[in-house]
């Protein structure tokens, strides 16, 4: 099983970042997918969820809603994140995270904000 993240790095603020989640290793569209961060000092925090079920329902962190896009391509095995608008709080290691039965993370990409 593998989730490799992609698309992290340094913007300014106010810029705009996607970030990709290549899953492999299982049934990726039977799995409800979300990402995740962890700036440094706090916990882990939820960022973005989406159903593998129920017409892909979406589920947001107050602090993105309206900024941030989370979708999912089943046929290429991805979960992406698409990331608007972006702050210096946004600051942060982003995971993907796999959820079914079992459960399965990604190693992180970093995301920095700052000019």
């Known amino acids: 099983v593998q989730l490799v993240e992609s698309g992290g790095g340094l913007v300014q603020p106010g810029g705009s970042l996607r970030l990709s989640c290549a899953a492999s290793g299982f049934t990726f569209s039977r799995y409800d997918m979300s990402w995740y961060r962890q700036a440094p000092g706090k916990e882990r925090e939820l960022v973005a969820s989406i159903r593998s079920v129920g017409g892909g329902s979406t589920n947001y962190a107050d602090s993105v809603k309206g900024r941030f896009t989370i979708s999912r391509d089943n046929a290429k095995n991805t979960v992406y994140l698409q990331m608007n608008s972006l702050k210096p709080d946004d600051t942060a290691v982003y995971y993907c995270?796999?959820?079914?039965?079992?459960?399965?993370w990604g190693q992180g990409t970093q995301v920095t904000v700052s000019s």
């Open positions: 995270y796999a959820r079914r039965v079992r459960d399965y």
